[in-house]
């Protein structure tokens, strides 16, 4: 079988297999911005949805984040290409005041609450975005350049839930991010819409320099030519996925022989001081932060906080291994105080440190959040 350049356009069988897992859905969310490859998701979720005896509905949401003046004119030309392979179109606009910081990250966050609230009006359980294999190697770069962990450097899965913080909920029925096109080149895409006469809008904000992804985007070519290609950094992702999956196992089985639970809201859970001081370092450092962010109430534990606060145990850690008294510790981190006394590792919700009726409110409770 001949291998598909990655210029040779997305055939038929092959759309069949990256939107076949959907093809019971009653209805699916696009994601259709107006660009390539958003443009592509559409036309080859249409073609797979003509060959099907019962596809599902298809229904494109495209949003305005009211930041450029083509944004309009772009949606409009989304609407007319929708009509014309019989799809159903939506545009939705992300009104109100905007942050001057942060607002790529500000418009990703409202444009899936928006898409979200479509998905819960068709009744889709699914929304479909259109992110690619150089989306994929472009995520596995920053994220490494940001200095993340182990987890972090998976990437982005082809499925995943929806967060609560940008719409979806808890549950049965909360929403899912699926990503049929992350394993096809962008190239590939155009080269589908190219061939098949499909217009699509180019956004300049995608070669912004003022934002980071864009300047990544600049030096793919370069780092290529060193060896660093984005199929590499891809394969990097999908080897560290399954390294992933082992340690999270391995987490649950530790969990489960020294903090079997159920635990109690806020704390505290007592672990064996000995027994933690006998796990390896990573497991250890995941189980910590499984537990701090079970008690605590400010969200998500950094990485490099979790680190540092982890290293700060090594002396009541060795004296557990090799001492037979323990000194004392008493550390906290996001929201949970962490201490050690009389040979136990002991994780609750720290005391507020507001005085009066406005004390800290509780945030979400998640025994088994994976570490960041």
Not at 136 to 158: D, I, K, P
Not at 241 to 258: F, Y
Request: proline fraction near 8%.
């Amino acid at each position: 079988m001949r291998l598909r350049a990655v210029t040779d356009p997305v055939c038929e069988a092959e759309a069949e297999r990256l939107f076949g897992a959907l093809s019971r859905e009653p209805a699916l969310v696009l994601a259709v911005s107006g660009g390539p490859d958003s443009t592509a998701l559409m036309y080859l979720a249409v073609r797979w949805r003509d060959r099907l005896e019962r596809p599902p509905k298809l229904i494109a949401v495209t949003v305005d984040h009211g930041l450029r003046q083509e944004a309009a004119r772009e949606a409009l030309a989304v609407k007319r290409l929708a009509k014309k392979l019989q799809v159903a179109h939506a545009t939705l606009r992300w009104t109100g005041k905007k942050p001057k910081t942060g607002i790529q990250e500000a418009a990703r966050n409202a444009r899936y609450r928006l898409l979200a609230q479509a998905a819960h009006r068709a009744g889709a359980a699914y929304i479909l975005t259109a992110h690619t294999q150089d989306d994929q190697a472009e995520t596995v770069l920053f994220r490494l350049m940001r200095g993340s962990g182990v987890a972090g450097l998976r990437g982005m899965a082809f499925g995943a839930p929806l967060p609560p913080a940008q719409g979806g909920k808890r549950g049965k029925h909360g929403l899912y991010v699926s990503r049929p096109l992350l394993p096809v080149p962008k190239s590939r895409l155009i080269a589908t819409l190219v061939a098949s006469r499909i217009p699509f809008a180019d956004d300049p904000s995608n070669r912004d320099p003022r934002f980071t992804r864009p300047r990544l985007r600049e030096l793919m070519p370069a780092l290529a030519a060193e060896g660093l290609t984005a199929q590499r950094l891809v394969r990097l992702a999908a080897r560290i996925t399954r390294t992933e999956i082992v340690l999270h196992d391995v987490l649950n089985a530790v969990q489960t022989r020294l903090a079997p639970g159920p635990w109690p809201k806020k704390g505290p859970v007592t672990v064996d001081l000995s027994a933690f001081a006998d796990l390896p370092e990573e497991i250890g450092l995941r189980l910590l932060g499984r537990l701090i962010e079970w008690a605590g109430d400010e969200g998500p534990v950094e990485l490099g906080k979790l680190e540092a606060l982890y290293a700060s145990l090594e002396s009541p850690l060795h004296d557990a291994r090799f001492e037979g008294t323990v000194r004392r510790f008493r550390r906290t981190l996001a929201g949970a105080m962490v201490t050690v006394s009389r040979g136990k590792l002991t994780v609750e919700r720290a005391p507020s440190r507001h005085i009066g009726p406005k004390s800290r409110k509780s945030g979400p409770e998640r025994p088994f959040t994976k570490q960041r």
